[in-house]
């Protein structure tokens, strides 16, 4: 089923104009503790949502678990919903992706809506499908495949966020960008998207230009979900900078110096565009460009070489690799893909020197 993803310029008037076209058997509305206070305000004019039933749960990554997951199952059983019932997520990554996991699994299904309120949310979370929680501290390891309805992207949302945020979705804009080149999206030729997003000023936003380079970048995800669903094949081309992305991630929290999910993805993406230039000649301008960039926005992650073992221990365990061996996503080219590849211990290594020469 394809999702419907709605540009929102009023929020309030597009949410009403879908409700009223729906029917339903009650509507449900899901938030956590921020997003009912600053992102509820915005669309509690609307008569629907005035009569909704609200369920929120704690904020933060550390509770997308069953606990959370439960109170939610529990709520919509405790308050009538049934089958015909429809579910709103109003939150970030963390929000939309537990919020689907409860509807795709309560009666068997029920539908659901994503309003994502995070720049990681509207770019990546929130679109494609991928619900789950967290679960004996593996990320994302209970989940389901099950597309929101529809997903409304509102950049007004994205003016509350502050800039560590902002960077954290970004990443996966720079991501999209590399992903897709100057090809036409679903029939519309996109601008030089990696150039125009290594361009923009980060530091005095323009909103409304954000907002494009957003919605292009959903367009991307959306024709790669589109044309592959399930991530049987080319929707694992969003895994670009993932594999070394999640093992800094995991290192990060180990080492408990935490980073948010979009920064070690911008570092990821730096070491695999290296590994693209030494396995597939990818070009070293482009990647002069990029790791300029994530240095000056990103600041490094530091560690040194008596981590590169653990850092290979945590890619091994992957749930990306099918085989024993380590999955990559490559890119011959800014646009052209290769999924599937392969590294081994010594090209990850020397991978690991060269950010750790290039960021420090
Ligand atoms: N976040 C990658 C995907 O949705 O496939």
């Avoid at 592959?228 to 080492?255: C, M, V, W």
Wanted: aromatic share 10%.
């Amino acid at each position: 089923m394809k999702q419907q993803i709605i540009r929102c310029s009023h929020i309030e008037k597009d949410l009403a104009g879908l409700l009223r076209g729906l029917s339903y058997d009650g509507l449900f509305l899901l938030t956590d503790e921020n997003t009912h206070q600053h992102c509820l305000p915005l669309i509690q004019s609307i008569p629907e949502i005035q009569s909704a039933k609200i369920i929120s749960i704690p904020a933060g990554d550390e509770n997308k678990n069953v606990e959370s997951l439960s109170k939610v199952w529990k709520f919509l059983s405790e308050n009538g919903a049934n089958r015909k019932s429809l579910l709103i997520n109003l939150g970030g990554g963390m929000l939309t992706d537990l919020g689907g996991f409860a509807a795709a699994t309560f009666k068997r299904g029920i539908r659901f809506i994503n309003i994502p309120t995070t720049l990681l949310g509207a770019v990546d979370a929130a679109v494609g499908g991928k619900t789950g929680i967290n679960f004996t501290g593996l990320k994302n390891e209970i989940g389901a495949f099950a597309p929101a309805l529809a997903v409304l992207i509102d950049s007004n949302f994205l003016q509350t966020l502050d800039l560590t945020n902002l960077l954290s979705g970004y990443a996966e804009m720079l991501k999209h960008a590399l992903l897709c080149g100057r090809d036409a999206i679903n029939g519309v030729s996109t601008r030089d998207s990696l150039n125009e997003l290594l361009r923009f000023d980060l530091e005095r936003i323009d909103y409304r230009k954000l907002n494009d380079l957003l919605f292009e970048s959903v367009l991307v995800k959306e024709r790669i979900v589109t044309e592959d669903p399930t991530e049987q094949g080319i929707r694992k081309a969003l895994n670009l900078g993932h594999t070394f992305g999640h093992a800094f991630e995991s290192l990060s929290y180990e080492l408990k110096r935490p980073v948010p999910h979009g920064y070690a993805v911008a570092w990821g993406l730096v070491c695999e565009l290296f590994l693209s230039v030494v396995k597939f000649g990818f070009t070293i301008d482009e990647l002069r460009k990029v790791s300029q960039f994530v240095k000056e926005n990103y600041g490094v992650f530091a560690f040194d070489c008596t981590h590169y073992q653990r850092i290979y221990e945590w890619m091994q365990h992957d749930k990306k690799n099918e085989s024993a061996s380590i999955n990559f996503t490559l890119l011959k080219a800014v646009g052209e893909i290769e999924i599937n590849q392969t590294a081994n211990q010594e090209e990850i290594d020397e991978t690991l020197d060269f950010y750790r020469e290039y960021f420090t």
